[in-house]
Nanobody
Framework: QVTLVESGGGLVQAGGSLRLSCEASGGTFSNYHLAWFRQAPGKEREFVAAITWNGPNTYYADSVKGRFTISRDNAGNTVYLQMYGLKPEDTAVYYC??????????????????WGQGTQVTVSS
């Protein structure tokens, strides 16, 4: 089990950029698949991006592909979400999630055991 703490959210104008960070503690970070999800008011939590435990494979929701980049720093126990070209529809609470080694579908929230508390991203038009 790992404890996850997100940071980097805020208010930005449409077209702007933000970088979210999620620092982990309490586990062997390099053994975890990591992901970002988001949840807007009145909507279900949705997949944004994921990166496998060994790093080479990344996955993105179609809505963010080409605009967002997920990366990890195993030495720093941190996963990042770099967001460019932000749109008002990207407004949501963004959550970091971790799953130890075995997961059948990294796009599904139920695959993840550990979650952060979330960080708010608001994009104004």
């Amino acid at each position: 089990q790992v404890t996850l703490v997100e940071s980097g959210g805020g208010l930005v104008q449409a077209g702007g950029s933000l970088r979210l960070s999620c620092e982990a503690s309490g586990g062997t970070f390099s053994n975890y698949h990591l992901a970002w999800f988001r949840q807007a008011p009145g909507k279900e939590r949705e997949f944004v991006a994921a990166i496998t435990w060994n790093g080479p494979n990344t996955y993105y929701a179609d809505s963010v592909k080409g605009r967002f980049t997920i990366s990890r720093d195993n030495a720093g126990n941190t996963v990042y979400l770099q967001m460019y070209g932000l749109k008002p529809e990207d407004t949501a609470v963004y959550y970091c999630a971790a799953q130890h080694l075995f997961a059948s579908n990294l796009r599904v929230p139920a695959q993840y055991n550990d979650w952060g508390q979330g960080t708010q991203v608001t994009v104004s038009s």
